[in-house]
């Protein structure tokens, strides 16, 4: 079983950018298709990213084209680069499996975006 640290989130601007990253602790994260989450507040969690083992990526046609997710498969890492981030982009962050059983929920990282 893996477990999953979020880290990069933070306070910015609009227009502003961030990269986050997520760890895997585990052995199986290799062979994974690996997605980022957001949660908004008083909102269900959705999937806005996903990327196979090989590298192949898929986004929500909400952050497409400003998102770019990727995975170092070395280093058992997943990041977010998020660039011309939105108000609405506001949200606590989390990794995961992009489907099947998940991993655990780590504790995410929290997002804020001003206008």
């Known amino acids: 079983q893996e477990q999953l640290v979020e880290s990069g989130g933070g306070l910015v601007q609009a227009g502003g950018s961030l990269r986050l990253s997520c760890a895997a602790s585990?052995?199986?994260?290799?062979?994974?298709?690996m997605a980022w989450y957001r949660q908004a507040p008083g909102k269900q969690r959705d999937m806005v990213a996903a990327i196979s083992g090989t590298g192949s990526t898929g986004y929500a046609d909400s952050v497409k084209g400003r998102f770019t997710i990727s995975r170092d498969n070395a280093k058992n890492t997943l990041f977010l680069q998020m660039n011309s981030l939105k108000p609405e982009d506001t949200a606590v962050y989390y990794c995961?499996?992009?489907?099947?059983?998940?991993?655990?929920w780590g504790k995410g990282t929290l997002v804020t975006v001003s206008s």
């Open positions: 995961n499996k992009d489907s099947g059983m998940l991993y655990s």
């Open positions: 585990g052995r199986t994260f290799s062979r994974n298709a």
